[in-house]
């Protein structure tokens, strides 16, 4: 089978990861803060250490079974359902990685739940490069991140450098956040591919983005509120809420049914 040489667009998508790789590989090592476990909220409630940073985990346990069901009911193209699926079931493992470790905040916890994310990223970034790209393109943005983010934390856990992941995770220092934002808004910039889903790129880097700055004020946002809320247990909220503009592009199959119902009438009508 003859394969086509790759478009601009995928050249560009490869240049892109290629400058990504090389910042992860060989830029300076990251090193993890000395107080990457100190959570500002670590009230218990009901036998819950760090309660509120543990149930803040929910809403990604719902978007995720609210997402797999829905995408059972919607008709889409086949790697959409595949990488959609992968996002979706990705957020339930989120869920479970990240509510392990803040019941017990601890490098050990911490592996789980970042190798958790590392599922919806890859969903995520398949599911723009296939709507913007190619179908091809989907599955490769997918592969790499499934392939780099287990590395990346494999990296941090066994020699502490944390660049890697952040390269991943797209956060962390702010010029890798830069870097993959220039990546991630250029494929928001392409038309989108006829067929594919409409995501809407724009809300969800904007919805991550906005989590993420609430994390970096963990404790800021904990004195603000009378400590009443952490940073931290909104930005699980906002992460989460970074998933319906997914959610939002499933639209219903219509039933065979009503098909031919319609297309009955259209018959008659035409008679």
Not at 96 to 110: E, F, I, N, T
Not at 116 to 140: I, Q, Y
Not at 230 to 249: N, Q, R
Request: charged share 10%; with cysteine.
């Amino acid at each position: 089978m003859r394969h086509s040489p790759p478009s601009r667009a995928e050249a560009a998508l490869l240049l892109g990861a290629a400058a990504l790789l090389a910042l992860a590989v060989f830029g300076p090592a990251l090193p993890a803060s000395a107080h990457q476990h100190a959570f500002a909220d670590q009230r218990g409630w009901a036998g819950i250490p760090c309660a509120l940073d543990v149930l803040s985990n929910l809403p990604f346990a719902i978007v995720g079974v609210w997402g797999l069901a829905r995408l059972r009911r919607s008709a889409v193209d086949a790697t959409s359902r595949a990488l959609a699926a992968l996002f979706f079931a990705g957020l339930l493992c989120t869920a479970m990685g990240s509510a392990v470790y803040h019941w017990q905040p601890q490098d050990a916890g911490l592996v789980w739940d970042r190798l958790g994310m590392v599922l919806p990223f890859a969903g995520l970034l398949g599911l723009a490069a296939h709507g913007r790209v190619s179908e091809r393109a989907g599955w490769a943005a997918a592969g790499a991140v499934l392939l780099a983010g287990p590395l990346a934390v494999g990296a941090w856990a066994l020699g502490g450098n944390l660049l890697p992941w952040a390269v991943v995770q797209l956060g962390g220092m702010l010029v890798v956040l830069v870097l993959v934002l220039v990546l991630v808004l250029a494929l928001a910039a392409l038309p989108r591919r006829a067929g594919a889903l409409a995501l809407n790129l724009g809300a969800v880097i904007a919805l991550y983005g906005a989590a993420k700055l609430f994390e970096a004020a963990d404790h800021a946002v904990f004195e603000a509120t009378g400590q009443w809320l952490s940073g931290h247990s909104i930005k699980h909220v906002l992460a989460a809420c970074a998933a319906w503009p997914v959610l939002a592009t499933l639209r219903p199959r219509r039933s065979v049914a009503a098909c031919g119902q319609n297309g009955a009438h259209a018959v008659g009508a035409a008679g």
